[in-house]
């Protein structure tokens, strides 16, 4: 499960940039002598010096316009068009240069800003600045960026894989003007562009001997013969024809449609095809056979350093292979119970092939997906007041996945909307080989993509004008991810799953991000298969083989980033249970997911101090 958006600001190496440190204004120019026959007019005041919440912010605010210009698709997602005629680098030299440049120089901004001036927010943002400008240059050294910056792309990680719905009508990109059509147009070029550096980038690796693997490459390669055989009307590049607004003129409409008709024939598809072919005939044979990044040169290294940067904490890759085995045990055993009680008179195994394989719970249709998950969003919307003070001002829309991406993608995954609310965030529900989906996942789904999952946490954070930019765009996948894990275990307390079978479904859902803990560090720092990885996730859980495939195939496409989930779930569990113990009577739920959510999302190190000091001035009250 996923955050498309934000997956694809990290895809596009997005950082927070910034211009020069602020400095204080110059004083007021001195008077000129006054004339003998005047008494001198007053001394002109000299202008304040700048605050350092001042200068904080200005920091944050160039830095934020800065990143916006590099990477202009991602201020389309926030409702931003200042620069939506551009499609943006983020593959060149020169790009990776300047990143690197303007973080080094938000950072010594930083430190020329007195902390122990600012109030205890302020304070916040300035640890949260820190820390992201740090791993941002640690990310974009000339060491580490070798290694990913010539792997431009791959079957879960990629533009080919991300765009054609951003650009389709249904997506991110609005289309409501004319200037809309045309700048979409105009980033379509950008699109074709791209492409052909992404096959040089490719090249690049084969030089040095760093290459994606043979299974993430095939899985391209499929992806974009799904793309290249659907005819033109067909295709997602040509749904915003099919959309015209009724203000448009006929002549409008026909230029248009005559431009998208022959940007697709003429561009699209064929630097689509000649990224196909490329990787078909030449890269593929080159691509790797090992799965994880220890078979890769330098592939060590690199894990390290996501590792830490995923989960914004300090530990090993054998720290948290140990830590999933132990979880492991501990949701089976509550497995277990279920089984029991339901009477179900096989053992574990069985159960798990029972709940996977029953006609009971393999829905019948589209459609009923569809209205499965709207009944559930009924019931969350209802018990979601007794926990949130603060609600989104965002609605939540249900979508299925587009049919030729489908088969790649997760069980769910969420599109922010916009921060004023005009633009819904959107839940992405996965209808692709239905036998495979199950009625008992739906619930725990839910409530991790939706409500009050991501698009709580994603929305509020956006939607709060006290926060700088970066704050309420930016984050972790930590945090994001471990509040949607978290959110998945309010069921409990909003009383969905008294039923044995909704409540199993959340288990085998955490029962899926222990076992990415010990798959995932166990695929790229301890040499399993692809083929061990699926047994294990199939012996330890009601998965289908088409969701363990699928999960595998994420973990070998995006190393380190499902680690995330459990790690910050567990994080957030824990402070609850904390604050809960210190402050008895006093503890309100309300408050304390008003202390996680509304500052937006926070390394879990942060996080911690900030709920260690509500808990503190609570106890003092």
Not at 493 to 510: A, H, Q, S
């Amino acid at each position: 499960m996923t955050v498309r958006a934000a997956s694809f600001a990290l895809f596009l190496s997005t950082v927070m940039l910034g211009g020069c440190a602020t400095t204080a204004p110059p004083m007021a120019a001195e008077a000129p002598p006054p004339m003998a026959a005047e008494a001198p007019p007053p001394a002109a005041a000299p202008v304040a010096e700048a605050s350092a919440h001042d200068r904080l912010f200005q920091l944050f605010t160039d830095s934020d316009e800065a990143s916006l210009k590099l990477n202009p698709i991602s201020g389309i997602f926030r409702g931003d068009l200042r620069y939506a005629d551009r499609f943006g680098d983020g593959i060149t030299d020169a790009f990776y240069d300047a990143s690197r440049a303007a973080a080094e120089k938000d950072l010594a901004g930083l430190h020329a800003i007195d902390r122990s001036q600012l109030n205890a927010t302020d304070q916040l943002a300035y640890d949260v600045f820190e820390f992201s400008t740090k791993d941002t240059i640690e990310g974009l050294s000339p060491e580490l960026l070798r290694l990913s910056d010539v792997r431009p792309l791959n079957h879960f990680f990629g533009l080919q894989a991300f765009y054609p719905t951003f650009a389709s009508g249904k997506g991110a990109a609005p289309f409501n003007t004319v200037l809309d059509y045309e700048n979409n147009l105009k980033r379509h070029a950008g699109y074709v562009w791209w492409i052909d550096q992404a096959i040089a980038r490719f090249r690049q690796g084969e030089a040095s001997g760093v290459v994606e693997t043979k299974l993430t490459i095939r899985n391209v390669i499929e992806q974009l013969n799904n793309q290249l055989a659907q005819k033109t009307e067909d295709s997602a590049f040509y749904g915003p024809v099919k959309q015209f607004p009724a203000s448009f003129s006929d002549a409008d409409k026909a230029r248009l449609t005559a431009a998208y008709r022959a940007e697709i024939t003429d561009q699209l598809y064929p630097a689509t095809k000649r990224l196909r072919d490329f990787l078909k005939t030449e890269y593929l044979p080159k691509a790797r056979d090992g799965a994880g990044l220890m078979y890769m040169p330098g592939g060590d290294k690199l894990y390290r350093y996501m590792v830490r940067s995923t989960t914004t904490l300090d530990m090993t890759p054998d720290e948290i292979h140990n830590l999933g085995l132990s979880e492991v045990a501990r949701i089976t055993t509550e497995m277990e119970k279920v089984r029991s009680e339901v009477g179900f008179k096989g053992d574990l195994k069985q159960f798990f092939d029972y709940m996977r394989t029953s006609p009971k719970f393999q829905p019948k249709s589209r459609e009923q997906l569809a209205d499965d998950y709207r009944a559930i969003q009924a019931r969350a919307e209802a018990k979601i007041p007794q926990f949130f003070s603060t609600m989104p001002k965002a609605k939540l829309d249900i979508r299925p996945y587009d049919p030729t991406i489908e088969k790649f993608q997760a069980g769910g995954s969420y599109e922010q909307g916009t921060p004023d609310g005009k633009r819904p965030g959107t839940f992405y529900y996965n209808a692709y080989d239905l036998p495979s989906r199950a009625t008992w996942a739906e619930t725990t789904l839910f409530l991790h993509e939706g409500e009050p999952g991501h698009h709580f946490q994603i929305s509020l954070a956006q939607e709060n004008e006290a926060l700088p930019p970066f704050m309420k765009f930016g984050g972790n996948t930590a945090y994001v991810e471990g509040w949607a894990l978290y959110s998945e275990t309010l069921g409990y307390d909003m009383g969905f799953y008294k039923d044995p079978y909704p409540r199993f479904g959340t288990l085998n859902d955490e029962m899926l991000r222990a076992m990415r803990l010990v798959v995932d560090t166990g695929i790229h720092s301890k040499g399993w298969t692809r083929e061990q990885s699926i047994a294990y996730m199939l012996g330890h859980s009601g998965m289908g083989k088409t969701d363990a495939t699928a999960e595998v195939e994420r973990y070998i496409a995006i190393p380190s980033q499902a680690l995330a989930y459990k790690l910050g779930a567990l994080t957030i569990q824990r402070l609850r249970k904390h604050a809960m113990d210190e402050l008895g009577d006093k503890f309100d739920i309300r408050e304390f997911h008003a202390q996680v959510l509304m500052t937006g999302a926070l390394p879990l190190a942060i996080l911690e101090k900030k709920i260690d000091s509500w808990i503190a001035e609570k106890k003092a009250s």
